[in-house]
């Protein structure tokens, strides 16, 4: 077949004897492309972080619920430990700020997994997306895509804060202003999965379905549509009403064991290591390479220029 398609119908171009042949050809071929227009992303000389970059697994809990600085991981992350926060003292659960990464200029949104209080001094979770953190975020989002910076987003988010209150302070019109953002955003976006990405807050913050150029995840990553726990309970009481429904008793330790058996599929299906296997994520990475594979995409993405940026209609 090769020699038929290479040699007689002359459909390819190349015919190769083995993968390393064929690979080294490319390389070859690649190397002698001239030089397109590029997007030109703002870059300065590298400067690596002051703050020592292995303290990240110190910084980072096992325990996903609990709460952290998410402000030094970024200190670990953007060159010389600094960035400049936007809208600092607003939206306090997002964390929005330019910085430098490898010496290429972006935009980070990260969950901040602090509790917090914001100026009214209501108490609100880390990692939860309220009203005016979405609204912080959609605001930064489409100020960088003005600015023609790259986005680089954080996940530890367990979704969008629920309720009365939140129903009544417009989460659904601010969540949608957001997620509107970064779907119409055309500057090259990068999410990094760091903990927990769960449910409408992964969509928010440039999950798999909004097209980031990468998207990879640290070991700690649990991806899904929520939390282990939640979900396990809400499993149970669904297998528990149809058994009822049928006129059988769930016993007190039937229900533990079930709990127990549908909580051990849940968070297996929730690791990054599934994820990657079902391509949901591109590569599952130390987070000591972090900087690395972020400059490596922006350097890729540099090369095409970038589409004029149409936010569409946002209800603000």
């Known amino acids: 077949m090769a020699t038929t398609q290479s040699e007689i119908s002359g459909v390819t171009d190349y015919k190769m004897p083995d993968d390393k042949t064929c690979l080294e050809t490319i390389r070859d071929l690649v190397d002698k492309f001239g030089e397109f227009d590029k997007a030109g992303f703002s870059r300065e000389t590298p400067q690596e972080p002051v703050a020592d970059p292995k303290e990240i697994y110190g910084i980072l809990p096992a325990e996903r619920s609990k709460p952290y600085n998410t402000k030094e991981i970024l200190q670990r992350l953007v060159d010389n430990s600094e960035f400049t ?23 980070i949104v990260a969950n901040n997994r602090q509790v917090v209080k914001n100026a009214k001094g209501e108490v609100q979770f880390g990692g939860v997306i309220y009203s005016d953190s979405a609204d912080k975020a959609a605001r930064f989002i489409m100020n960088c895509n003005q600015k023609k910076i790259p986005l680089v987003f954080l996940h530890d988010v367990t979704g969008f804060m629920v309720g009365t209150r939140s129903e009544h302070g417009g989460i659904i019109k601010d969540g949608a202003k957001m997620v509107s953002a970064v779907s119409n955003s055309t500057v090259p976006k990068f999410s990094i999965v760091m903990g927990n990405s769960y449910g ?56 533990k064991a079930l709990l127990q058996k549908i909580t051990a599929r849940y968070d297996e299906q929730t690791t990054p290591y599934y994820a990657a296997a079902r391509l949901w994520v591109d590569a599952i990475i130390d987070p000591l390479d972090t900087r690395r594979v972020i400059s490596e995409g922006i350097k890729a993405a540099n090369n095409a220029p970038v589409e004029k940026f149409n936010p569409g209609i946002i209800q603000t």
């Open 85 to 107: 926060e936007y809208k600092e003292g607003y939206g306090k659960t997002i964390i929005c700020a330019y910085a430098r990464i490898d010496g290429w200029a972006v935009g």
């Open 200 to 255: 409408a807050g992964n969509y928010a913050m440039c999950g798999k379905a909004y097209d980031p150029r990468l998207i990879v995840a640290w070991p700690s990553a649990k991806i899904a549509v929520m939390g282990g726990s939640q979900a396990a309970k809400v499993l149970l009481q669904i297998q528990t009403a149809a058994r009822k429904s049928k006129g059988e008793e769930v016993s007190p330790e039937e229900e």
